[in-house]
């Protein structure tokens, strides 16, 4: 599966708009990109998921260039209640069992 | 709705005991999955279920034994705790469309002495 590359942490104030960024370089076609958020003491929880263009949400949109190596994910006017590690996950048809969590983005929001 | 239930939520164990972590999904779910994570190293696959009666090993599965109980409930069993061991343990589960989404529980923080 497609390995990930994205920064190990970030700092945004509230009210900003927050862009991470995910290289996936050897992605496949049947390739999803796909984003979890994770909070202290908790599961790690499903954002967004996209083939390509862009996909909105009420929570945030992801973005997937036409190369699809890389994806962005967005999140507009964040809180404090943002801060959290992001994961980008490239999903293959059929291998769930080969979903490969990184270490994440740790997103700190500012007051 | 609950959707993952895992439990307990904190255990400390000494080196060679045993334990089992139960976990039970209330969303009718086929798949479930357990995953440790330590720190700096994300989450990791230890066993896998595509359905009742079947299980498959993951990136880790040594040291690790699991038990499809049914359609809702899949147990995971470490027979001699080790140090190693130490770690928070996360039960998910999905549904069998393609590329559906994890639906995690809120874990078991795991201390072996």
């Known amino acids: 599966l497609a390995k990930t590359t994205q920064p190990i942490s970030m700092d945004s104030y509230e009210g900003q708009e927050v862009n991470i960024t995910c290289s996936h370089n050897?992605?496949?076609?049947?390739?999803?990109i796909t984003w979890y958020q994770q909070f202290p003491s908790q599961g790690p929880r499903f954002i967004i998921q996209?083939?390509?263009t862009k996909v909105t949400n009420e929570v945030a949109s992801l973005f997937i260039p036409a190369d699809r190596k890389s994806s962005t994910l967005s999140l507009p006017r964040v809180s404090l209640s943002d801060t959290a590690v992001y994961y980008c996950?490239?999903?293959?048809?059929?291998?769930?069992?080969?979903?490969?969590f990184g270490s994440g983005t740790q997103l700190t929001v500012l007051p | 709705n609950a959707g993952v239930t895992q439990t307990p939520k904190f255990q400390v164990l000494k080196t060679g005991q045993s334990m089992t972590l139960q976990c039970a999904q209330d969303?009718?779910?086929?798949?479930m999955y357990w995953y440790r994570q330590d720190p700096g190293m994300g989450l990791r696959l230890i066993y896998y279920?595509?359905?009742?009666?079947?299980?498959d090993k993951g990136e880790v599965p040594n040291g690790y034994n699991v038990s499809r109980l049914n359609k809702r409930e899949f147990s995971l069993r470490l027979e001699s705790a080790a140090p190693s061991q130490t770690s928070v343990y996360f039960c998910?589960?999905?549904?069998?469309?393609?590329?559906?989404?994890?639906?995690f529980g809120n874990g078991t923080r795991l201390t072996v002495t």
């Open positions: 998910a589960s999905s549904e069998d469309r393609v590329y559906s989404p994890l639906h």
């Open positions: 050897n992605i496949a076609t049947n390739d999803y």
């Open positions: 969303m009718n779910h086929n798949s």
């Open positions: 996950l490239v999903v293959r048809r059929g291998s769930a069992r080969q979903l490969t």
């Open positions: 996209g083939y390509k």
């Open positions: 279920s595509a359905s009742e009666g079947t299980t």
